[in-house]
């Protein structure tokens, strides 16, 4: 299915690198290297310059912290949007935000995505996204509270958890007037899940894609990697490369990343594997 | 005489050998170029099935058709040897550039005699595919004009297309 991202449109064999810019001081990864405006407006500049088709531009940590209201998210998100609008008119905007009120404030500053990566804890953010033609991403957080850990959840069965959940979510959208071929899922590695979970949703992806709603997956970095690895914040890139390759294999089409150029080339080899794209340019034995 | 082009048998034109990044682009433009001068109905003439699929490919690709008899062109797929650098396929053969030579003077003559009596024995220790120049002989006079479309070597091989008219 062709991919409407806001004003973008996208064919559906291409996956997209969503690059993730933190307008947050203390955000898991980065601890604050982009807090300040300026900071963060050069790593969208970085990630554009690396290929990043999407910037996905958050003003809260997931993890549970100081608690930022929406004028506070608002002030560190909404001109910055307007900026990288104006900067980069061809790039497509995401938001993460689970406030209906932030969403539709970024939207009027030229956001094209909203990415609810607590799964619908506000209703109302569907009718945002439809009343701004934006596209949105349709988590699975097996209902949990937005900034909270998980602690002792368990599924019978995560996978259909997950597709339930984010199906559900997707026709929420679709009712409320978002596009078809603007509502995206994810199922949200290590959001209400532990490690065990987020590598059965990886492993089990494709069940996740023959829905046929887009898949997002994010996978950059978290919990489940350096748990997996015994590895600490700043040494997963291998363990996120490799579930990245077992997701694009499955078919994933958004991948949202810290390391852009290592994760592109992660997915074109797997996308090439599956014979979803050409090598780039093969002659030998051939000549 | 009908007309007659000649191409190599590079695997690398065929659809099912595409890359997003075409290595063989300016090989590829000449191919079409010198098949769209054979008419609406092509024989071709290949020492070996991949060259023959190459050839055919070539010939729908130019919107003709591949015809045995009666045809208003012929399509020889050939080319010089494969062993001119150390990373062409067969390694690096001192004595291909010179060969190489030799068949390129005998096909801008052209040289039908010359042609005919090409040492294949020398052209398969190079990895060369000279049975279409041989095959060359009995298609050209020594009075058509030459067009000369492509000559070089790339990847190790040495490529001619070449139009007869």
Known sequence: MTLQLGRHAFDDDAPLMMAIVNRTPDSFYDKGATWTEDAAFERVRTVVEQGAEIVDIGGIKAAPGVEIGPAEEKARVVDFVARVRAAYPGLVISVDTWRAEVGDAVCAAGADVLNDAWGGADPELVDAAAQHGAAIICTHTGGVTPRTRPYRIEYDDVVAAAIADTVAYAERALAAGVARESIVIDPAHDFGKNTFHSLELTRRLGEMVATGWPVLVSLSNKDFVGETLDLPVGERLVGTLAATAVSALAGARIYRVHEVVETRQTVDMAWSIAGRRPPRRAIRGLQ | ?165
């Open chain 2, 1 to 165: 005489m009908i007309p007659v082009a000649l191409v190599p048998g590079v695997l690398a034109l065929l659809p099912d050998y595409a890359s997003l990044e075409d290595p063989v682009a300016d090989l590829r433009a000449a191919c079409r170029e010198a098949v769209a001068a054979l008419g609406p109905r092509v024989r071709v003439v290949a020492s070996t099935p991949s060259a023959r699929r190459v050839g055919e490919h070539l010939v729908s690709a130019a919107g003709a058709e591949v015809a045995e008899h009666d045809p208003t062109g012929v399509l020889v797929v050939a080319n010089g040897s494969a062993t001119r650098t150390e990373k062409a396929p067969g390694h690096l053969d001192e004595r291909a550039e010179a060969f190489d030579e030799s068949l390129r003077e005998l096909l801008a003559g052209p040289d039908p005699a010359g042609l005919a009596a090409i040492d294949t024995a020398l052209g398969a220790e190079l990895w060369a595919d000279v049975d279409g120049l041989v095959a060359l002989a009995d298609l050209l006079t020594p009075a058509q004009r030459v067009d000369v479309r492509y000559d070089a070597a790339p990847y190790g091989v040495q490529y001619w297309v070449i139009g007869y008219a």
